[in-house]
């Protein structure tokens, strides 16, 4: 598991040297499991046989997780309508510790938009998404949570913990989060918690690169997230 951790966090193929010596495991005992997880199908090879990295079966995995999981499911009539209402980029996430996992994604109708993919991990301190889902937690667990120093994804991300818990407190007030080019600069994102839980698990959220966010795009996508939470609250009110 610790491998197949460590090549789903890092893409690519890596040599048996760097692997070791990212995870400190003796070089016998690396090299046997590595041929075991080859063998069955977890981990693949370069043509030398000498490179590795994440193999097809993880991906057979990590698909039936998303088909199996009910919230993805009860919300694909809604993520399509926000999609429509809002034509921005939609996703719908899950905090999983200290970060947030995109679980399905609806893409922009514009020419110009962000990147996305099912299974990417963003810091849950970076984003609308998590901090929609931190907001539903009480200060005192979000300092238990995150470290005192948080990572700077970019210049504008907020790296003081007390700071964060500050803004925490309106994102409660107001009902959604904002990232303001925290995570990705030209790219502005706003989240609401689904409360089936309590604290949440899972968020939605919309993207929309600054250069296109006028103050009335801005007030119908607010518009369409509370009602998108409402719909969503009603779908998984039993899950």
Request: glycine content about 6%; aromatic content about 6%; some cysteine.
């Given at each position: ?172 007030e107001q009902g ?20 089936y839980r309590t ?41």
């Amino acid at each position: 598991m610790l491998l197949l951790e460590h090549f789903a966090a890092r893409p690519g193929l890596h040599s048996l040297a760097d692997i070791q010596h990212d995870l400190s495991l003796p070089k016998s005992s690396l090299y046997m499991l590595l041929r075991t997880l080859v063998n069955l199908g977890w981990v693949e090879t370069d043509a030398t046989g000498t490179r590795y990295g994440i193999g097809v079966r993880a991906l057979l995995v990590g698909s039936s997780y998303i088909d199996g999981d009910e919230v993805v499911a009860a919300a694909r009539p809604t993520l399509d309508r926000l999609s429509d209402d809002t034509t921005e980029t939609i996703h719908l996430a899950r905090m999983d510790g200290t970060s947030v996992v995109y679980l399905a994604t609806r893409p922009s109708q514009h020419y110009l938009r962000p990147f996305t993919r099912v299974g990417r991990r963003l810091p849950v301190h970076s984003t609308a998404l998590g901090k929609a889902l931190l907001a539903t937690h009480s200060d005192e667990e979000v300092r238990a949570l995150l470290p005192r120093r948080l990572e700077a994804v970019t210049e504008h991300t907020i790296t003081d913990r007390e700071r964060l818990v500050e803004e925490l407190a309106l994102v409660r007030e107001q009902g959604y989060a904002v990232d303001r080019e925290e995570n990705t600069l030209g790219l502005r994102c706003f989240g609401v918690a689904v409360p089936y839980r309590t604290p949440a698990r899972d968020a939605v959220s919309c993207s929309v690169p600054v250069a296109r966010l006028t103050a009335d795009h801005e007030l119908r996508i607010k518009s369409a997230l509370f009602e998108a939470r409402d719909r969503l609250s009603v779908a998984t009110r039993r899950m």
